[in-house]
T-cell receptor, first 111, second 114 residues
Framework: TQLLEQSPQFLSIQEGENLTVYCNSSSVFSSLQWYRQEPGEGPVLLVTVVTGGEVKKLKRLTFQFGDARKDSSLHITAAQPGDTGLYLCAKGDSGTYKYIFGTGTRLKVLA | SAVISQKPSRDICQRGTSLTIQCQVDSQVTMMFWYRQQPGQSLTLIATANQGSEATYESGFVIDKFPISRPNLTFSTLTVSNMSPEDSSIYLC???????????FGAGSRLTVL
């Protein structure tokens, strides 16, 4: 079973602080997705990264795919309470379209 | 992307009973999947729901415990059979292949087994 390890597991920060979440695997990804899940909802796709070294920005969120395509990071600048949620990385299989999810990072941003 | 509706949204069940969760997508989709999310945990894939044939189960999940149906391209059910407190989880339906080719989720069904 291919594991996607995320760190940290939990993060509680004050509004306005910056943070970085990491997703690591022992194997190479063809692509990687980041999702956010809020309480009572299903995960929602934030971004897909495909190319090694790729950087994508979504407002205050910056996503980076490692050069070797075995790791990724999510950086949030000036976190807001609305950023609170469970952040999940995921790897999809291009043949079966099954998605395997990382261990998750639970973020709480305090006002 | 597609809109996925699940019901029930939550239920409290007695040990030994079975519960069927329904998943309805507002458009035809290529793939449908069922995930389990145990309290405070990430998502674990239970199975791929195959239209018109038996579901494909992941390691650790079996058809007798989690029978799945998918009679058409927009609907699927997951039954949790002979429930025990360890089955208390959120069960999530997801779909892929809705034009934008992204994985979309329902809001989940929160099951508590007493």
């Amino acid at each position: 079973t291919q594991l996607l390890e995320q760190s940290p597991q939990f993060l509680s920060i004050q509004e306005g602080e910056n943070l970085t979440v990491y997703c690591n695997s022992s194997s190479v990804f063809s692509s990687l997705q980041w999702y956010r899940q809020e309480p009572g909802e299903g995960p929602v796709l934030l971004v897909t990264v495909v190319t090694g070294g790729e950087v994508k920005k979504l407002k205050r969120l910056t996503f980076q795919f490692g050069d070797a395509r075995k790791d990724s990071s999510l950086h949030i600048t000036a976190a807001q309470p609305g950023d609170t949620g469970l952040y999940l990385c995921a790897k999809g299989d291009s043949g079966t379209y099954k998605y395997i999810f990382g261990t998750g990072t639970r973020l709480k941003v305090l006002a | 992307s597609a809109v996925i509706s699940q019901k029930p949204s939550r239920d409290i069940c007695q040990r030994g009973t079975s519960l069927t969760i329904q998943c309805q997508v507002d458009s035809q989709v290529t793939m449908m999947f069922w995930y389990r999310q145990q309290p405070g945990q990430s998502l674990t894939l239970i199975a791929t729901a195959n239209q018109g044939s038996e579901a494909t189960y992941e390691s650790g999940f079996v058809i007798d415990k989690f029978p799945i149906s998918r009679p058409n391209l927009t609907f699927s059910t997951l039954t949790v059979s002979n429930m025990s407190p360890e089955d208390s989880s959120i069960y999530l339906c997801s779909a892929w292949g809705t034009g934008a080719n992204v994985l979309t989720f329902g809001a989940g069904s929160r099951l508590t087994v007493l």
